[in-house]
């Protein structure tokens, strides 16, 4: 089975704090990904990485940086926290290699006050 | 960007009920995958297709890749309490490559009535 770990499921930041979101899987996979998800606007991809230190842009990555310095590990940063971060982020991981399918994590709930 | 309009948005039925669902895109796919979300957790892929026309079971689900490459559909038998979620679709254009290339649905609200 994939298995794909989200370290925090749950975290309340003050706007401004530096906020670490932590995501590791253990399948040797090459492609990951972080979304965010609100009501109404859907999934929507910040970054992606295709390889150890390897990085691209998603669709919002405004905001955000990532890091990818071992391959089964995938960090989302937050230099700034602010109030419109407030989302539930999404790991994911793409074990075909070829980016057309990927498995989530169990999501990781940020409120920034 | 490409848009993936899937429909309908909620579904209120009774236990019991068999539930159908799609997605439709503007351009033509070549992978269609359906996630079932429960509350607060992260998206569980439930089918994936790969071949226009393809359909495949997964216990009470069944998924069809549509002949056009441009539509997929979701159908559930006998729903059940466990069923209630929501149900994504997610479309991707490359048969390889393109690590961003999934689109996603809005999703399918599914809410089954005692």
């Known amino acids: 089975d994939v298995k794909v770990t989200q370290s925090s499921r749950y975290l309340v930041k003050r706007t401004g704090e530096k906020v670490f979101l932590e995501c590791v899987q253990d399948?040797?996979?090459?492609?990951m990904f972080w979304y965010r998800q609100d009501p109404g606007l859907g999934l929507r991809l910040i970054y992606f990485?295709?390889?150890?230190?390897?990085?691209e842009k998603g669709d919002i990555p405004e905001g955000y940086s990532v890091s990818r310095e071992k391959k089964e590990r995938f960090s989302l940063i937050l230099e700034s926290a602010s109030t419109n971060q407030t989302s539930m982020y999404l790991c994911?991981?793409?074990?075909?290699?070829?980016?057309?399918?990927?498995?989530f994590g169990e999501g990781s709930w940020l409120t920034v006050v | 960007g490409q848009q993936l309009n899937q429909s309908p948005q909620s579904m209120f039925i009774q236990e019991g009920e068999d539930v159908s669902m799609n997605c439709t895109s503007s351009?033509?796919?070549?992978?269609w995958l359906w996630y079932k979300q429960d509350p607060g957790e992260g998206p569980v892929l439930l089918i994936a297709l790969y071949k226009a026309g393809e359909l495949t079971s997964n216990g009470r689900l069944t998924a069809q890749f549509g002949i056009t490459r441009k539509d997929s559909f979701l159908n559930i038998s006998a729903s059940i309490p466990s069923d209630v979620g929501i149900y994504f679709c997610?479309?991707?254009?490359?048969?390889?490559?393109?690590?961003?290339?999934?689109?996603f649905g809005k999703g399918t609200h599914l809410i089954i009535q005692p």
């Open positions: 994911a991981t793409d074990p075909t290699g070829v980016g057309n399918t990927i498995y």
């Open positions: 990485s295709y390889d150890v230190k390897m990085k």
């Open positions: 399948m040797d996979h090459e492609n």
């Open positions: 997610a479309g991707s254009p490359y048969s390889g490559g393109g690590a961003d290339g999934l689109t």
């Open positions: 351009s033509i796919f070549n992978t």
